[in-house]
């Protein structure tokens, strides 16, 4: 017993310890962002703010213009989230209950398309979107992230252990095949919904490469590329930058909080743990 109450302790301290070390880089944004520029480089290194200055974030709203990068990302994320988990459950209910030849290779194939880095295919993406007039639009950010492999892989893997005799019972009362999918089959997908929601607008809201190729305009610019104002050549205003990652941790920590949950719940469900 006192050995299984050591290991315990040990295997405790270092959960502790790495859940402090993740978290730490966190904690010393939020300080930073609280501090003026002059004391987050000032010797010793001060871990809290030695005088506490909330008008920080009132700056980087007067000064950059912050709120439209914000409002921009909240419209394309959004946006993209929603055509994700409509398309993904489309593909992943035809993939995993349709009854045509060829949907076991059709899945393979998707799958394969993830193994693909996005580096390989960002040229003939933006050649693409060129010729279609898309640049500096927000088509442009929204339609090549509406749909994608990893989704259409989790819904099918979640839809595949949904009984069928819940599709035969409707069948046989005369429920067409759209009522079916909208009436019965999302209903039973929201944990798997929501753990492709938090992941997708994760993704989504992080994104730089693709919004730095595709968008000149300012005013269609999103928040990591607002961030990037922050540094310049004459210098970083590190203070205001710590304040607006704050900002823009924000709406990932409110998503993750409220969908946490029913996240876990479909990851869960697609590993088999029920």
Known sequence: MNRKRVRNAVFYIIITGGALLSTAPVLYMFSASLMR??????????LIPPEVRWANYVDIFTLFDLHRYFLNSVFVAAC?????????????????????????????????????????????????????????????????????????????QFIVGLPDDYLEAARIDGCSEVRLFFSIVLPLLKPALSALAIITFTGNWDSFLWPLI?????????????LARFVSAYGTEWHLLMSASVVSTLP??????????????GMSGLSGIK
């Open 214 to 226: 595709s968008i000149s305009i300012e005013s269609l610019k999103t928040l990591p590329l607002g």
């Open 80 to 156: 993209v989230v929603v055509f994700n988990l409509m398309f993904s459950a489309m593909a992943g209910y035809s993939l995993a209950k349709g009854t045509y030849r060829g949907r076991r290779i059709v899945f393979y194939f998707i799958l394969s398309t993830m193994m693909v880095p996005f580096t390989v295919i960002v040229i003939p993406l933006y050649i693409l979107v060129r010729d279609l007039g898309w640049l500096d639009t927000y088509w442009a950010l929204i339609v090549p992230a509406a749909m994608t492999p990893f989704g259409v892989f989790l819904m099918r």
């Open 37 to 46: 520029k002059q004391d987050i480089f000032g010797m010793p290194i001060r």
């Open 252 to 265: 990932l920590l409110l998503i993750f909080v409220v969908l946490q949950r029913r996240f876990i719940e």
